[in-house]
């Protein structure tokens, strides 16, 4: 397992097997907001994970939810996934190195490949934090725990 600092502020474990993503990699993917991003992706256990991050006005920190962005990010996604067969399985929280972190988790298809994703918004601060996870269908059971893995080792800074 090897610390990767994120930013100045968040820092993740990766377990053996997971690689950041080059700038060229990246391009492969489309990111849902313009804001610096960070992806990490094992190819043998079918698990993407991408980060991205936004400060916002502290007045609007302290009145924003992570709860209410979870429930606006997916509402953006609804739509757009109804064509790989979107189901929303459900509404949920989680914890990210000690912080409380709102999302939903997700079923789609992609090339007949049943596929998993969750997003997760989680606020620091007035830093606000947009994570979502792709995983294979067929490796839920081993995906989550790994998820688990990686977020219960997250360390946050000041």
Request: net charge neutral; aromatic share 12%.
């Given at each position: 397992?090897?610390?990767?600092?994120?930013?100045?502020?968040?820092?993740?474990?990766?377990?053996?097997?997971?690689?950041?993503?080059?700038?060229?990699?990246?391009?492969?993917?489309?990111?849902?907001?313009?804001?610096?991003?960070?992806?990490?992706?094992?190819?043998?256990?079918?698990?993407?994970?991408?980060?991205?991050?936004?400060?916002?006005?502290?007045?609007?920190?302290?009145?924003?939810?992570?709860?209410?962005?979870?429930?606006?990010?997916?509402?953006?996604?609804?739509?757009?996934?109804?064509?790989?067969?979107?189901?929303?399985?459900?509404?949920?929280?989680?914890?990210?190195?000690?912080?409380?972190?709102?999302?939903?988790?997700?079923?789609?298809?992609?090339?007949?490949?049943?596929?998993?994703?969750?997003?997760?918004?989680?606020?620091?601060?007035?830093?606000?934090?947009?994570?979502?996870?792709?995983?294979?269908e067929a490796l839920r059971?081993?995906?989550?725990?790994?998820?688990?893995?990686i977020f219960g080792a997250?360390?946050?800074?000041?």
């Amino acid at each position: 397992m090897g610390k990767t600092p994120l930013n100045n502020e968040l820092n993740l474990t990766l377990p053996e097997g997971f690689k950041v993503l080059t700038g060229e990699e990246l391009k492969k993917y489309q990111y849902f907001e313009e804001a610096p991003g960070f992806c990490i992706r094992d190819e043998e256990r079918h698990i993407m994970i991408a980060i991205s991050w936004r400060q916002a006005n502290p007045f609007v920190a302290m009145l924003a939810g992570t709860a209410d962005i979870a429930r606006n990010m997916e509402a953006k996604i609804r739509k757009p996934m109804s064509r790989y067969g979107y189901k929303l399985e459900g509404f949920m929280n989680r914890q990210i190195g000690g912080k409380s972190a709102d999302g939903y988790r997700y079923t789609y298809s992609v090339q007949d490949i049943g596929m998993l994703g969750e997003s997760l918004s989680v606020k620091s601060g007035s830093n606000f934090y947009y994570i979502h996870c792709y995983l294979r269908e067929a490796l839920r059971e081993e995906s989550l725990r790994v998820l688990d893995e990686i977020f219960g080792a997250v360390t946050w800074e000041g």
